[in-house]
């Protein structure tokens, strides 16, 4: 019994040692890292951080689970690596593999069985309020206001499910739920990534940064592209609505304000240099992709922003979209130049008046500059000056001394 017990664990650990050997020979395609400057030893260091089995189907599922995208401390730099054109390049990987739910005989917008939520779960912030805002725009029909006027986005509907195999399925893993779906200016279909931190709130959660939220939001509008026809068609089944065929989707990064101070917070000049490295990236998905980055925060009325009641959470008060930080947060100022430190006076020495004879130290005489004097303990010296009344300052070799004089006589 003992020996057959023996076996198994040896087997045991020849099975691990199997799997481990096959993880370190399983290295990724050089597709993952396409655009990537080179050498190696130049490329950020967040794709070298990345499981071995990565997948090239969803890179930036992938960049978005990067150890240094995650990281407060690291996903500025991991920012500044990336570009316009290596995201436009994934984002067509990700539309070419996005998961087809209809294929599957699934639907996108379902009605909701169970019952609504009656009371706040923290785990479900996200959701209960993206459920409040769905439903405050469509019992208002009026949508929310996009800053500067451009336009109001429509919400319909949240948590809204986008692959229809198991959670743990290989060729999807990583992908979730879009937040939000609605339609915005122009009838662009719009894709929300919605963060939510309350206002007491002294962080955030553990590798929630604004570039993962950047690259998922992203990698969920690659999907609702390649899928746009079908969203369109449901949209317009259920209400009324319709999205322009020929525009890329709006994405919305939207999240709390309190969500936004923690990230400031996080590095100097409150985050001025992660900011101005989310506003290039921003800039250039526009630019390369045609997909519109809005980076907001939401201000709500209350504390937590909404109540439940028996049908469901609703918002408190009219909700309100700002930009996320005030212009030109991103601009990261110079640091100032040390100031020199102030050097130690030179000291001015005195030499001594050879046309004054030599005397002999008494605190009843009086003496000045350039007199020679001879002490009876400290030997020959030069008066440098006046140290106070009453006092002289005297220079014995390379070393002075405060001496008294000018005092009275004593019994005078």
Not at 82 to 97: I, M, R, S, V, Y
Not at 335 to 357: T, Y
Not at 386 to 395: L, S, T, W
Request: hydrophobic share 40%; charged share 30%; with cysteine.
């Amino acid at each position: 019994m003992a020996s057959r017990r023996e076996d198994s664990r040896a087997n045991a650990r020849i099975r691990r040692d199997v799997v481990a050997s096959n993880r370190v020979r399983s290295i990724p395609s050089p597709d993952v890292f396409a655009g990537l400057p080179r050498p190696w030893t130049h490329a950020p260091i967040f794709p070298l951080h990345f499981p071995w089995s990565v997948s090239v189907s969803h890179p930036l599922i992938e960049l978005a689970n990067g150890r240094d995208v995650r990281q407060a401390a690291g996903f500025r730099a991991a920012a500044a690596a990336l570009d316009g054109a290596q995201l436009a390049a994934h984002f067509a990987t990700e539309e070419a593999n996005a998961p087809r739910l209809h294929e599957a005989g699934r639907r996108y917008f379902v009605k909701r069985s169970g019952k609504p939520a009656t009371e706040r779960k923290r785990n479900k912030d996200e959701e209960h309020l993206g459920a409040a805002l769905v439903r405050h725009c469509r019992s208002t029909d009026s949508g929310l206001a996009l800053p500067e006027d451009e336009g109001r986005v429509d919400l319909f509907d949240y948590q809204i499910r986008v692959k229809a195999g198991p959670a743990d399925d290989p060729a999807t893993k990583g992908i979730g739920r879009i937040d939000l779906i609605g339609v915005g200016p122009e009838d662009r279909l719009v894709v929300v990534k919605l963060r939510y931190v309350e206002p007491t709130a002294t962080r955030c959660g553990v590798g929630d940064t604004p570039l993962r939220a950047l690259l998922e939001g992203l990698a969920y509008a690659a999907i609702a592209d390649a899928n746009k026809s079908e969203i369109d068609s449901e949209l317009v089944e259920r209400f009324g609505r319709s999205v322009a065929a020929d525009l890329k989707p709006m994405l919305l990064l939207v999240a709390s304000p309190r969500y936004w101070e923690l990230c400031r917070k996080r590095e100097a000049q409150k985050g001025a240099a992660w900011i101005k490295e989310i506003e290039r990236l921003a800039e250039e998905i526009e630019r390369e992709l045609g997909v519109a980055v809005r980076i907001l925060g939401l201000k709500l009325e209350g504390d937590p922003g909404w109540v439940y009641g028996e049908d469901g959470p609703r918002l408190e008060g009219e909700p309100r979209l700002a930009p996320a930080w005030e212009l030109g947060a991103g601009r990261v100022r110079p640091k100032p130049k040390p100031r020199p430190r102030p050097s130690a006076p030179v000291e001015e020495v005195v030499e001594p008046d050879l046309s004054r004879p030599v005397r002999s130290y008494a605190l009843t005489e009086s003496y000045t500059a350039g007199d020679r004097i001879d002490h009876p303990t400290l030997g020959s010296g030069v008066v440098q000056g006046v140290a106070g009344p009453g006092k002289i300052r005297v220079r014995f070799d390379e070393r002075q001394s405060v001496l008294v004089h000018e005092r009275p006589a004593p019994g005078s």
